[in-house]
Each structure stands twice: as structure tokens, then as C-alpha cells.
């Protein structure tokens, strides 16, 4: 069975200082992983994904993730945090359900907060 | 939010009751899905649905059920509601199966008394 670990329930960053929020995985195959965002009384918001290629994914809001598979770790981060990155972050991996369609499994969270 | 409503937002209810939750899309995405949200526990998958009438267990089914009668809405039904049901459940859809990022409902929060 495929799982996800995040390490860190809550993380504090000052301002302008880079972060990093990080996520482990165990797979069997190939990894297929994400990373969502989620704002007080909101959904959750896609960011970012790695299926295949670069080990360096790029995403929104200035977000990128770094995928290592020696390490088994696909840890996001930032180069400079602003005090609106403060929200719930979640890693997931993916898995293919017998129809075909994708299914994905979650982190427990980090809670990243951004001190002005 | 991607054209998913969620309904209700929120609710209270005593255990034992029924209650159902409905989620309605206007994208015409193929796949929906039902989570919970809990504290410690992350997203869980409760139930999903690959088609109208075609619809399967996640992690977390027990005590829950599913229908989809139409392309734009996944129904989330709790038969007896307990106080373990307590939770934020999310809706998300996928139109492009697999590889593909999933899009989130605002949540029904539910409380069960």
C-alpha cells in the first residue's frame, strides 16, 4: 500500500526567509505525487505535481518541489515566504483505481506559518 | 472553485438521523469523489464514482453510502449518522483521469450530536 508522510505538523518562517515544507513517500513503481494548499474555511487548491521528468517541479504561487528518489522525499519550498503562504499544506501520491481513474492518498498536513 | 458547489455548507444533526450530502459540478468531469477531513488524519477517501451509477469504496466507506444518478451530482448518504461522522467532508472532481490534478468543493461541515 502507498503512503505519505509529512513529517512536521507546523512550521514557522519568518518573512522573506526561504522554507520548506517536506513530504516522504513509499510507492511501489513509479512515484506520481502532488501538493495542494489549503486557506482557512476553503478547499483544497492544487499547486504543484511531478509524473515524470525534471526533479524540479515549478508550481503556483512561486512554489516549487524537489524530487529525490534515492530519498524517497518530495519536499517543497520557496525562496522567499510571504505572510499570505500561511495555510495547511498537504502532500499526496497518486494510485490508479481498477477504472482507471486516479486515487490519491494524503498527508496528514503541515501547517505553515509565515511571521511577519 | 472549478464549478463545485457543495450542499449544505453546514449541518448539525443527532446520531442516528440519515443525512445526505450532495455535491454538484457544472464542469462535466467524469470522476468525483467524497472525502473527509480530520485532524491528524489528512484528506481520507470515503467513496468515488467513475461514471453515472458506477461508483466504488475508498479507505473509509463503512457506514456511508453513495449515489450518482446524473453526470453533475455525487451524493454522499450517512444511513445512521454517528458521532465518529463528525467531520469537513470534501467533494473533488477530475475530468482528466489519471496523472491529472483533482479539483476541491468548499466542504460541508457536519456535526453529529
Known amino acids: 500500500a502507498q503512503s505519505v508522510a509529512q513529517p512536521e505538523d507546523q512550521v514557522n518562517v519568518a518573512e522573506g526567509n526561504p522554507l520548506t515544507v517536506k513530504c516522504t513517500y513509499s510507492?511501489?513503481?513509479?512515484?506520481?505525487l502532488f501538493w495542494y494548499v489549503q486557506y482557512p474555511n476553503r478547499g483544497l487548491q492544487f499547486l504543484l505535481k511531478?509524473?515524470?521528468?525534471?526533479?524540479l517541479v515549478k508550481g503556483s504561487y512561486g512554489f516549487e518541489a524537489e524530487f529525490n528518489k534515492s530519498q524517497t522525499s518530495f519536499h517543497l519550498k520557496k525562496p522567499s515566504a510571504l505572510v499570505s503562504d500561511s495555510a495547511l499544506y498537504f502532500c499526496?501520491?497518486?494510485?490508479?483505481?481498477?477504472?482507471?481513474?486516479?486515487?490519491?492518498?494524503f498527508g496528514t498536513g503541515t501547517r505553515l506559518t509565515i511571521i511577519p | 472553485d472549478a464549478g463545485i458547489t457543495q450542499s449544505p455548507r453546514h449541518k448539525v444533526t443527532e446520531t442516528g438521523t440519515p443525512v445526505t450530502l450532495r455535491c454538484h459540478q457544472t464542469?462535466?468531469?467524469?470522476?468525483m469523489y467524497w472525502y473527509r477531513q480530520d485532524p491528524g488524519h489528512g484528506l481520507r477517501l470515503i467513496h468515488y464514482?467513475?461514471?453515472?451509477?458506477?461508483?466504488d469504496k475508498g479507505e473509509v466507506s463503512d457506514g456511508y453510502s453513495v449515489s450518482r444518478s446524473k453526470t453533475e451530482d455525487f451524493l454522499l448518504t450517512l444511513e445512521s449518522a454517528t458521532s465518529s461522522q463528525t467531520s469537513v467532508y470534501f467533494c473533488?472532481?477530475?475530468?482528466?483521469?489519471?496523472?491529472?490534478?483533482?479539483?476541491f468543493g468548499p466542504g460541508t461541515r457536519l456535526t453529529v450530536l
Open positions: 499526496a501520491v497518486s494510485s490508479v483505481s481498477n477504472f482507471g481513474n486516479e486515487k490519491l492518498t
Open positions: 510507492v511501489s513503481g513509479n512515484p506520481y
Open positions: 511531478y509524473i515524470t521528468g525534471d526533479n
Open positions: 464542469e462535466n468531469h467524469r470522476y
Open positions: 464514482s467513475y461514471g453515472v451509477k458506477d461508483t
Open positions: 473533488a472532481i477530475n475530468g482528466q483521469g489519471f496523472y491529472n490534478e483533482q479539483f
